[in-house]
């Protein structure tokens, strides 16, 4: 059973920085696509940023050249590394592996 557990939220100011982790039990980890999505309230669940096994990115418009996604295979961890947080970011954000696990959430909020 694959769980994922994220890690680095909080609360920061507009123009501010996070980095969130997501480490993954199991041995699936280096084959799978992992993603992160958020959700704030009353808004849909959407994709912020994904990397495939190979290294392949991709990023919401919303979040182009302020967030990076990576992910180091020999910690079984995917990163979000988030610079000039704008109160917009503001959500829940959830790990995903190939859209089938998630993580439990962790709250990121974005106010002065």
């Known amino acids: 059973q694959v769980q994922l557990v994220e890690s680095g939220g909080g609360l920061v100011q507009p123009g501010g920085s996070l980095r969130l982790s997501c480490a993954a039990s199991g041995s699936m980890f280096r084959i799978s696509f992992m993603g992160w999505y958020r959700q704030a309230p009353g808004k849909q669940r959407e994709l912020v940023a994904g990397i495939t096994s190979g290294g392949s990115t991709n990023y919401a418009d919303s979040v182009k050249g302020r967030f990076t996604i990576s992910r180091d295979n020999a910690k079984n961890t995917v990163y979000l590394q988030m610079n000039s947080l704008r109160p917009e970011d503001t959500a829940v954000y959830y790990c995903?592996?190939?859209?089938?696990?998630w993580g439990q959430g962790t709250q990121v909020t974005v106010s002065s």
């Open positions: 995903t592996m190939s859209n089938n696990y």
